[in-house]
Every structure is written in C-alpha cells, then in structure tokens.
C-alpha cells in the first residue's frame, strides 16, 4: 500500500507521556510535491487554528506536524501529523469539527470558509490514515518542543505473536529505554499498537517511537543491550526480534505542535 500501511508523533507522536493517562493517536501521512511546498505550509497553518479550537473544546487533547526523512518524493511520505486522544470513541468520531472550525475562523464567511477548507485537499495527499493506542512508555517529565526529534520505527507482527513481541518489549527493552532516558542520552520511548487497519495484508501491525532533544542526541545513542541481562531477559528479547520484522524506520522533526 504506499510505502507502508503506516509512524507517530509521536509520535509521536506527540508527547508520548501526557499526564500519564491512557492515549490514542491518529496518524496521517502525508504526500507531498514539491511544488506545493509553500501551500502545504499555508494548509496546515489553517488546520492548526483548527485543532486549537477542538482542544479548547475538549475533543482532542493535542495535535502534531512532523516533517520526515529521507524525505524524497521517492522515499515516501514528506510529512506526518498526529492527533491524540484520551478515549477510543473520541479519536473513531473525531468530535464537532464543524463547530470547531466556525470557531476557529469566526470572521470568515461561509461560502470563503467553504472554499478555504476544500482547497486544503489540493496541496497534499493524505496517503495513510492509522488509529493506534499507546502500549507502553518510559517515565520521565521531558517537554517536547518544537525542534524535536523522533524515530518512528514500524514493526510487522503476526497476530499471533503480539504477546511474544510485546511482552520482549514491555519486559526488557523498556528497561533499557528507562535507563537512557534516566541517563539523559533520550527524552522518552513508547510502544504503539495497530488498531485499525490490522491483519495479514497490513504493512505494519506495531510502532516504536524515541524522541530526542535534537538531532546530536540522536546521533550519540548508544544502549547497551546486553546490560544488566539476565539468561531470562536475553530470551526475552531474542523472542521478541524473531517475533517482529522491522519494516522501516522514519526520522523525524517536530515543526508544528498544539496542546
């Protein structure tokens, strides 16, 4: 299906540790030419005044645009925007976006409002839509500013290995992850699963997100992952690579960001 069936942000989407409550994110990726980069800009400045208003209004808890590497027409998607949730019905309905975008734009005219909206579909393609909830993540109090930067790595599990896959995870990896955090050498690390699409012809059933202060952290990373094993952790985490097949990895920058 495009260049996967899906990572974020966020990620990460977003912050991956807000209030430390149950989250779900909506992931979009985005196509974009490089002709309408200018455009793409102006369209997700008009969404961003959007989700302001639904984040006052209390149907989403935060929104996200990160830009994406390699980033080459032929290397996928340009961009990626996030939106997160704290319930599952919430991120299905999406809440009163009509009221939101009334409010957003209270001087506009309807017929201008109108046009405005519809022409935000011309200067990308909305290639992927995924609806994830988050599994797992590291414990820290690390903001996530604009200059952010993130891996999105999209893992393909078999439905009937996600406990294997997610138990290495959540069991041995997170550990390693909580300790480069508590060393400062990463801000955060969360596990992501597949909602919606899921099964055999999805391009990717799970996601890893780690978010770094900026690109130099990032290129100094070293976990050391034989740390502290134990013969049952080594196990573990040998189940847990046999278990999943690392489809690709993204690098990413936060550019836009609302909460």
């Not at 999406?94 to 109108?114: C, H, I, S, W």
Request: charged residues 20%; glycine residues 8%; negative net charge.
């Amino acid at each position: 299906m495009k260049k996967f069936v899906i990572f974020i942000a966020l990620l990460l989407v977003g912050n991956m540790t807000i209030a430390q409550e149950k989250l779900y994110l909506v992931m979009e990726f985005m196509t974009v030419d490089e002709s309408q980069q200018n455009a793409y800009g102006e369209t997700e400045g008009f969404w961003e005044k959007i989700h302001e208003q639904r984040v006052k209004n209390g149907d989403i808890i935060g929104w996200d645009l990160w830009v994406l590497g390699p980033g080459g027409e032929e290397q996928g998607f340009q961009y990626a925007t996030v939106t997160l949730f704290n319930e599952p019905a919430k991120m299905f309905s999406g809440g009163n976006f009509g009221a939101a975008l009334k409010a957003a734009y209270p001087n506009m005219a309807q017929d201008e409002l109108d046009k405005t909206f519809n022409k935000t579909s011309e200067a990308r393609d909305l290639s992927v839509r995924i609806y994830m909830e988050q599994i797992a993540s590291t414990t820290d109090e690390n903001p996530m500013p604009l200059g952010t930067v993130a891996t999105f790595d999209l893992m393909k599990v078999s439905l009937g290995n996600y406990n294997q896959y997610e138990n290495a995870e959540k069991k041995a990896f997170q550990l390693l992850h909580q300790k480069a955090v508590d060393d400062g050498n990463k801000m955060n690390w969360g596990l992501l699963r597949f909602i919606s699409p899921i099964g055999s012809d999805t391009y990717a059933s799970h996601m890893t997100v780690s978010m770094f202060k900026d690109h130099a952290q990032w290129l100094n990373q070293n976990i050391n992952y034989s740390e502290g094993a134990t013969p049952e952790l080594t196990k573990l985490m040998q189940e847990g690579i046999a278990a999943r097949d690392m489809k690709y990895v993204y690098l990413a920058q936060l550019i836009r960001k609302v909460r």
